[in-house]
């Protein structure tokens, strides 16, 4: 009901008139100037961040905030009236739509008997007990799952719907303590799902140049999952489907190929673009970095074999380091006498270590890893008696080993970092940046728990509260450290580029996620040119890994440093693709 669905509504909604720019911690974004109600610019600071900030200027920062909030966005009705139909009349399952209705359970396949009867079956019958009991599991968690994304989805039409008349909204943004930026308006922003970035557009739309389309029909690949080949084979990709691209934007609920897509719905807002036939784009182009994370650790290292696998050197065609990876674990688990290497051989694939590898450069643990790798294990080993969990924590052990074979140079780099933390003399760790002298304060503290019983009648409930000490939780500093310093990079560089195009190529549309960098298709060869140049100059002038270990207080030396030229990332064609 509409009253149901106002108690979910998110609290931050997009804007219909400019953000206020940033001008301190605490003003910026909202009109409203209420202390409780607006957000700061860094978003859940401590109290000893407040304390230690609040004498910053944060220049950079609050400049790369402000023009990230000047864009003009507006809802893209054209998609929000086919998730409406889809949803609505439809009842969903298609495109990435959860089912609109809960997945009915299978039924018993067995006649109702008493409860004698029942265990003397389920004592001879465990087999066919066990797989009913484990698909009604399955059912009732993936209706958990649904539950939650229903009400998303609904919330995402419902901001739509009431944003939909408006020719331009804005998004308000603030920052993390590492400096990275988000949008402060849930559900349905630039870095929402699918569908949420299937539903905004750019305000303001430009005729496409000669480059612009070139760029356009590359971001129309992407979206579709053309992504990991090279840029003019994307680009041929477009021009031998055309003819079915018209048809999905012409007719997308006849012809539903669209569907398909590694993103339905972008690559659907593409098709009905081409279909308008107008030749005037709405649609950002986002360029995305081949795993950033390692390639930050192999650029601090200047390590030429990471940074061949992550696009720092020139290549004829995308290099794709989960392949590497992937083609490594295979080797591995061939030469493995080990039980659950003969359950894993012949099914190992790029979508299997990708998340892993993705997440080694933030500190991923091997129980981390072992998660990533349970949710596959479930598919890829259905019909298999072995135990499940076990064959996936035997498999992460093999994937951390096998990224690190891979990549080297950052697993050394990551375990130095480690040891400058212990030697380390702050008790909550802090560094600036480069280039835009962000102070960074690792503030994690120790709680204090206090429990509360409540009696309601006569059921007891319980309640925990948590309370913060001045005492800093050495674990979480430890551990913390390395995806932190990693995110801070990442984020200058963003901030960088953000102000540099604003201001030196005058682009004024932009689609921001941390390591995706989007603008209109007639500026990727500036965003291209730019973000690389940034990059650069973040290692050019100096030794990162000396200036870190002098602001953190080390003694050990980092790892010695390889021959990689950084310059080299300048005629990268795909540093960023």
Known sequence: SSDLLAFFTPTYR????????????????YLSSHPKWKPDLIRRMTIKQHRDLSHEKLTKAKEAVNVAQQTKWAINTDILDIIKELWFKQGGGI????????????PRPWDKMSKDEWLEF??????????????????YKENREMASKRLALVCQIQIAEDYSKYDKIYFPWNLDFRG????????????????????????????????????????????????KVPFDSR????????????????????????????NPFQFLAFCMEYANGSGISY?????DGTCNGLQHL???????????????????????????????????????????????????????????????????????????????????????????????????????????????????????????????????????????DFPVIQSYQKTKKKRINLFIGSQRVQLHLHKKTDVPAEGKQKSGFSPNFVHSIDACMLMETLSRLFHERNVREFSLIHDSYGTHANYVDDLHEILRQVFVDIYKNGDILQSIKSQLGGTTEPPKLGELDLKEVLISKYFFH
């Open 95 to 106: 495109g990435g739509l959860p089912h609109a209705d809960p997945i009915e359970l299978p």
């Open 235 to 262: 680009v041929e990709w477009f021009d031998k489907n055309k003819e079915w691209i018209f048809e999905c934007g012409n007719q997308p609920l006849e012809q539903q190929d669209w569907t398909s897509a590694d």
């Open 283 to 287: 649609l950002p182009v986002n360029m």
């Open 122 to 139: 389920k004592t001879y019958n465990k087999e066919l007990v066990s797989k009913y009991s484990k698909t009604c599991a399955d059912i």
């Open 298 to 436: 192999s650029a601090m290292l200047k390590d030429e074999v990471g940074g061949k696998a992550v696009n720092l050197l020139d290549s004829e065609e995308p290099q794709d380091i989960y392949n590497e990876v992937a083609n490594e674990l295979s080797n591995i688990i061939d030469k493995d006498t080990d039980k659950y290497a003969q359950v894993w051989k012949g099914k190992i694939d790029r979508k299997l270590v990708k998340t892993g590898t993705m997440t080694t450069p933030y500190g991923v643990s091997e129980y981390g890893l072992k998660d990533q790798i349970l949710d596959s294990a479930k598919e890829k080993l259905e019909g298999y008696t072995v135990d499940k969990f076990r064959a996936s924590v035997y498999l992460a052990d093999k994937l951390g080993e096998a990224i690190k074979n891979v990549v080297v140079g950052a697993r050394n780099t990551m375990d130095w970092f480690d040891t400058l933390v212990e030697e380390s003399n702050q008790l909550f760790l802090k560094w600036r940046t480069p280039l835009t």
């Open 180 to 227: 990275r930026m988000y949008p402060i308006p849930t559900t349905l922003n630039p870095q929402a799902n699918d569908i949420g970035k299937g539903l905004l557009k750019f305000a303001n739309g430009h005729r496409l140049t000669q480059s612009g389309r070139y760029w356009w029909k590359v971001g129309c690949a992407n979206a579709w999952g053309e992504d």
């Open 14 to 29: 997009p804007m219909i008139v400019p953000p206020v720019n940033w001008t301190s911690l605490y003003t910026g974004g």
